[in-house]
C-alpha cells in the first residue's frame, strides 16, 4: 500500500521533471524518514532536528537536539553500506533515554528506545529522489543499573517512504508517508526545503493517526547550517 502511493506521488513528479542537473549536497534527512546519505568527512550539519558529524565519508554520528533539550539524550550512527548511482543503502542504529516526565505512565524504571533501521536512497531522475526506510524500535527497562534481564516493554516497525523533487539548487518539495506495522497507524506529510549556500529552512506538515484522538496534525519545522 505504502509503495503504491509513493508511485502515485511520483508519477506527476518524473512527468514534469527537468532535465537540467541540480548541483547541490544530498540530503541527509527526507520529510518523515531518513535517506541514504551522510554528511562528508570533517562535516558539520547543525539542526533543530539534526546534529550529524562525518567521522569519514560513509559513517557519521548523529543526535537529535530537541530531544536532548528535554532531557531524552540520544546518539545514533550511521553507515553508508552501498552507493553506486543511481542506488544509496545505509544502516543506521541508535539508543534513547526517556525521561519519566515524558511517560509517566513508567514508574520508578528508566526507560531505554534502542533503534535499528535501514534506508534505500535512488535517484530516479536528475530532480527526483526516492527514499524507502524500514525501522525498528524496542522499548526496554532498565537494565543497565539492575542484574536482571532486560524487560521488554514494546516493540514498533515503521516503513516510511518519502519522495524528493529538486525544482532548482535553493527548493526541494519533500512528500512522505509512513505505516506502523504493529500498532497499524498511518502518516502522510509534505514540506519544503529553501537553502542559501550552507544554510537551510524546512516548513511542513504532518499528519498522523492516534489512538486518542483519531488524527492529529503537526507542523514541521528546522533551520540549520551545514559547515
Known amino acids: 500500500m505504502i509503495l503504491i502511493l509513493g508511485g502515485l506521488l511520483t508519477g506527476p513528479i518524473l512527468a514534469a521533471s527537468s532535465s537540467t542537473l541540480v548541483h547541490r549536497r544530498d540530503l541527509t534527512q527526507a520529510h518523515l524518514g531518513d535517506t541514504a546519505y551522510t554528511v562528508n568527512r570533517s562535516e558539520l550539519l547543525l539542526s533543530l532536528r539534526q546534529v550529524s558529524y562525518g567521522l569519514w565519508d560513509n559513517l557519521s554520528v548523529e543526535t537529535v537536539p530537541l530531544y536532548d533539550l528535554l532531557g531524552s539524550w540520544n546518539l545514533f550512527g550511521k ?105 497499524h497507524k498511518f502518516s502522510l506529510g509534505a514540506s519544503h526545503l529553501w537553502t542559501w549556500s550552507s544554510l537551510f529552512l524546512k516548513l511542513g506538515l504532518t499528519f498522523k493517526t492516534t489512538a486518542i484522538s483519531g488524527m492529529s496534525m503537526l507542523p514541521y519545522f528546522d533551520l540549520g547550517i551545514r559547515i
Open 79 to 183: 553507515v553508508r553500506i552501498f552507493r553506486a548511482d543511481p542506488i544509496a543503502v545505509s544502516a543506521r542504529a541508535g539508543m534513547f533515554y526517556i525521561t519519566l516526565e515524558q511517560l509517566p505512565e513508567v514508574q520508578n524504571s528508566a526507560l531505554y528506545r534502542y533503534f535499528i533501521g535501514a534506508t534505500a536512497s535512488v535517484r530516479l531522475s536528475e530532480v527526483v529522489l526516492y527514499h524507502l526506510n524500514l525501522n525498528n524500535t524496542s522499548l526496554q527497562g532498565d537494565f543497565l543499573s539492575s542484574n536482571r534481564g532486560p524487560t521488554m516493554k514494546g516493540k514498533l516497525t515503521n516503513v516510511e517512504n518519502d519522495v524528493e523533487y529538486r525544482f532548482d539548487d535553493k527548493r526541494t518539495v519533500l512528500v512522505g508517508t509512513g505505516y506502523d506495522l504493529k500498532v
